[in-house]
Structures are given as C-alpha cells and as structure tokens.
T-cell receptor, first 113, second 109 residues
Framework: DGGITQSPKYLFRKEGQNVTLSCEQN?????MYWYRQDPGQGLRLIYYSQIVNDFQKGDIAEGYSVSREKKESFPLTVTSAQKNPTAFYLC????????????FGPGTRLTVL | GDSVTQMEGPVTLSEEAFLTINCTYTATGYPSLFWYVQYPGEGLQLLLKATKADDKGSNKGFEATYRKETTSFHLEKGSVQVSDSAVYFCALNDYKLSFGAGTTVTVRA
C-alpha cells in the first residue's frame, strides 16, 4: 500500500539537543512539506520541497533545517535554536498540480523537557 | 497573499443535528479548495475537495460547494454522528496549501 510514514510517533528530548524527525513516502510524489501544529491551532508551514535537492522556507523556518536527498525522504531537524520546539509535527506530500490534495503522515509529537 | 478564514469553534451538537462550518477564502488565482478532518492524535485526512467554481465535493454525508462569487466553501452535514467528532480544516491550494485555523466539533449522543 502506498502512503506516507513518520517516525517516531512520540519523541522526547532534553533542551539544547538537536533532533531529527523522519518522513518517508512511497507515493512517488514530487512535493513534500513539514507543518507544525500547536494545541488548538491550525497548521503552520515550516519548509517545503518541490523537487529533490531543492527546498524553500515556509512561514516559520527559524530553528529548523531540512534535506531532500531522495524523492522518498524529507527529514526535519529541530535545532537547539528553535525556542519552543514542543509541538505536533506533520509531514505531507502531493503530486503535481494544484488540484491535488496533500497526503499527511500520522504525525510526531515532540516534547522537549 | 492567499488566506482562509473559517468559523471559530468549538461547536457542540447533539446526534442527528445539522452541521455547518463556514469557510471563506482570499486568493489571487483560481485555487482548489479542500476540507480536511483530524481525529485526536492523528494526521489530517482529506474529507472532500472541489477544483473549480460551482463544483460540489461530497464524502461520508458531508458536502461543500465552491462559490466563487462569495469566495466561500462552507461544509455541511445533515445528520451528524458521535463519530464525526473531530477538528475540521478548510484549505486552499494555489501553489501551496493555506489552512484555516480549524474548527473543533463535538457530537454528543
């Protein structure tokens, strides 16, 4: 079955540590996205990539970094520079064309202690 | 830039009640419009979509019509169930998705 996966489901880290969240898709989609969701709020775009080896900052990129070395993978690193990293992180992917919906992974809940 | 405004919640209903969640948008082009649903602790799932004016998206008893003249895409369901309790997001896609803030819906038995 095609889909998009994120791991782990729950992640705990100490303050000051970098942490990398995994996102993998086997839908052969070109574009991938990372969003942050805080309690009771909508989604905010962190980074997106429309093609391998290329990515753009979203609305809240500060304190985050990404890479897109393979079409299937778009890992997100939450660095120690991110002031409030505790949140629910969602990865998504989409095929070409604005009529295409985004497919979302199950999310990773990051808690920084 | 593109933006989506949706009705604030939370919304609490009794089973079999009628549900409407208002959504309006601002866009420079001709976006596609979507409703997503999020159950607790999960990612978002596409509920329905419409890609051009006057299109009606429908799924699981939910409907929404793309109204270009009023720049709206209101979500409706005639008879809700407890299992419809979730957060609903309106979104538009021009070259990237823009989401509304989400509306929490709770249906009581």
């Amino acid at each position: 079955d095609g889909g998009i996966t994120q791991s782990p489901k729950y992640l705990f880290r100490k303050e000051g540590q970098n942490v990398t969240l995994s996102c993998e898709q086997n839908l052969n989609h070109d574009a991938m996205y990372w969003y942050r969701q805080d309690p009771g709020q909508g989604l905010r775009l962190i980074y997106y990539s429309q093609i391998v080896n290329d990515f753009q900052k979203g609305d809240i990129a500060e304190g985050y970094s990404v890479s897109r070395e393979k079409k299937e993978s778009f890992p997100l690193t939450v660095t120690s520079a991110q002031k409030n990293p505790t949140a629910f992180y969602l990865c998504a992917c989409t095929g070409r064309g604005s009529y295409n919906e985004q497919f979302f992974g199950p999310g990773t809940r990051l808690t920084v202690l | 830039g593109d933006s989506v405004t949706q009705m604030e919640g939370p919304v609490t209903l009794s089973e079999e009640a009628f549900l409407t969640i208002n959504c309006t948008y601002t866009a420079t082009g001709y976006p596609s419009l979507f409703w997503y649903v999020q159950y607790p602790g999960e990612g978002l799932q596409l509920l329905l979509k419409a890609t051009k004016a006057d299109d009606k998206g429908s799924n699981k008893g939910f409907e929404a019509t793309y109204r270009k003249e009023t720049t709206s895409f209101h979500l409706e369901k005639g008879s809700v169930q407890v299992s419809d309790s979730a957060v609903y997001f309106c979104a538009l896609n021009d070259y990237k998705l823009s989401f509304g803030a989400g509306t929490t819906v709770t249906v009581r038995a």
